[in-house]
């Protein structure tokens, strides 16, 4: 293993500070290229760390739930399953099956969903929204890079659509409004958030045209210590109380 990375695993076991030192930890692994809401990285002269956002909030309620102390491992998408392998992680949360092939899915045991996200078409203010599919045809589409978006695959693969990414999402609209996409693809959460929060914004709006529909689970992998029981229970126990509202309400 790199120096590099070994000293974040370092750092990352010994986080969370000495009130919290007593407790097991739970160790989370965070794909690194996130953005707020979902998650704000900063990188440190150690590596990459999860500073804020929906994924540390969620993370954070469920690991007190368990009684265990968070650990968040930010990783580039290429060594999430070999952590997953060296028996680095415990749970991998804000990720759905469908994006993985059946035997990636397969090490990992999966309770009930906790979150439901929708993807949307963004399209400018000015100009009129996206109905349907057809209405993309000749256009150029921004994605974000190593999304899948199956809704729209036959579109490309057939070329009556061109694909365009972008790192993040930010990024992403950043193009549209440089006008080197027609529309994007976003995820309706991101787009509310950075809409309010970025005045550059108010020239995009979300069309009516709805790219996906999915569940997001908190995937435990089979050799962790806390039980798909545990985690199950600790998750109900944080949805009935409304947590995931709360923090939900702070990115709306």
Known sequence: MHTKMKVMFALAACAGGTAASAQ???????????????GLIRNTPHGPELADGLIKDWQDALAHELGRRPVHLVLPRKRQDW???????????FVSPEWLTPEIAADYDWPAPFME?????????DKPPALSMRDLEGKTIGGVHGYTYRKLDALFA????????????????????AGRT???MMRTLDFQYLRRNDGRMAALALSPLVVSHF????ARTKYSEVSLLELSGA??????AGALERILQKYR
């Open 117 to 125: 996200v929708e993807e949307r078409v963004i399209g400018l203010a």
């Open 215 to 218: 569940a997001m689970y908190c």
């Open 24 to 38: 097991e930890p739970l160790r989370f692994l965070v794909v690194d290229g996130r953005s707020l809401p979902m």
């Open 83 to 93: 952590a997953v392998e060296g028996h680095k992680v415990d749970l991998r949360c």
């Open 158 to 177: 057939s070329g009556k659509a061109r694909r365009e990414d972008a790192q993040g999402e930010s990024a992403l609209l950043l193009k549209q409004l």
């Open 182 to 184: 027609d529309y994007s």
């Open 235 to 240: 998750q109900e126990r944080l949805l009935h």
